[in-house]
């Protein structure tokens, strides 16, 4: 079933009027693609048609071997001040055996004021569009992640079930989804091989009088955290990191570093002739620094040479 509903202007008139002027052609309720580059103006990388960063697909894939410890690296506020990576948990896990990673797409809603739905509604079918979760879906790319903040709404706050899942995990190619609210149909949806993350599940449906979309691909709050579009959201038991695209090859380095020492740690435990403070955090004995230092530069060119060039 096909579910359509009014589009609040809460969130256009924001983003129209504190971040720059918008053009009268352009959608009020999503950046332009000089917006979404002027604000991820920190990424110097790839980008998709509509400006939103592209991280690269070996970075992606790097990541799923991550865990939320491994990439949480601290540092002062703003992404690009020194935020390396923003932590959401308190989810509930579809898949927990699955780790996820894939860059962000964003969508937010709001509950709904029916004198604003109407004026952009009306907007909108003048220029041919018709609004809904599914024109959002229809955007989805390979490796995206779907994060969508639905103010952590239970009833009537369903962003999709399981036929609309299946599609966000074909156009995804499993990609993840992640929604600060909840979707129906678990039964349905258990079985399908993508993570998500979600707060509850129910069994109403999300209609006009219940939810309104607010905005696409601009910075939403998903929980305590601000997310962008283009971020890296990475996944695992624990819950999501969201790392904005141009702190990920720090991050992803710092990770390896990390895990080799987690694993150095663990088999020197394993030898049975160390008490706990003589190797943790790091050795006590000169000569064990050196050792795990060895060990480090093998295991990182190790890794190196193991990565798609």
């Not at 948990?89 to 969508?107: C, I, N, Q, S, Y």
């Not at 990191?241 to 570093?257: E, H, K, M, R, Y």
Request: aromatic share 10%; glycine share 10%.
């Amino acid at each position: 079933m096909t579910i359509r509903y009014g589009l609040t202007t809460l969130a256009a008139v924001f983003f129209a009027s504190a971040l720059a002027p918008t053009p009268a052609k352009a959608q009020l309720w999503t950046w332009t693609k000089d917006q979404m580059m002027d604000y991820t103006k920190a990424w110097t990388g790839d980008r998709f048609d509509d400006g939103r960063p592209k991280v690269p697909d070996a970075w992606i894939a790097r990541a799923k071997g991550l865990s939320s410890e491994e990439v949480t690296i601290p540092g002062g506020r703003g992404g690009g001040g020194g935020s390396y990576t923003q932590f959401e948990g308190d989810f509930k896990v579809l898949h927990p055996e699955l780790k996820m990673a894939g860059r962000v797409v964003t969508m937010s809603f709001m509950p709904p004021r029916a004198d604003l739905d109407a004026v952009v509604a009306s907007k909108a079918r003048e220029k041919g569009i018709t609004l809904g979760n599914q024109y959002v879906f229809d955007m989805l790319q390979p490796g995206d992640v779907l994060a969508v903040d639905l103010y952590g709404k239970k009833e009537g706050g369903t962003v999709v079930g399981d036929n609309l899942f299946y599609y966000i995990m074909k156009a995804t190619k499993a990609g993840g989804l992640v929604v600060d609210g909840a979707f129906r149909d678990l039964d349905g949806v258990s079985d399908m091989g993508m993570p998500c993350y979600y707060r509850s599940v129910h069994p109403s449906y999300l209609t006009q009088a219940t939810a309104s979309l607010a905005a696409i691909n601009v910075p939403v709050r998903i929980g305590n955290v601000t997310v962008m579009p283009g971020d890296l959201a990475v996944g695992d038991k624990e819950g999501v990191s969201f790392i904005p695209p141009q702190n990920v090859q720090q991050v992803l380095d710092t990770a390896d570093t990390t895990h080799i020492h987690d694993e150095w740690t663990r088999m020197m435990f394993d030898t049975g002739k160390y008490k706990s403070s003589e190797i943790y955090s790091s050795p006590r004995d000169p000569a064990l620094r050196a050792q795990y230092q060895e060990y480090l530069k093998k295991r990182l060119a190790e890794i190196k040479a193991q990565q798609p060039k």
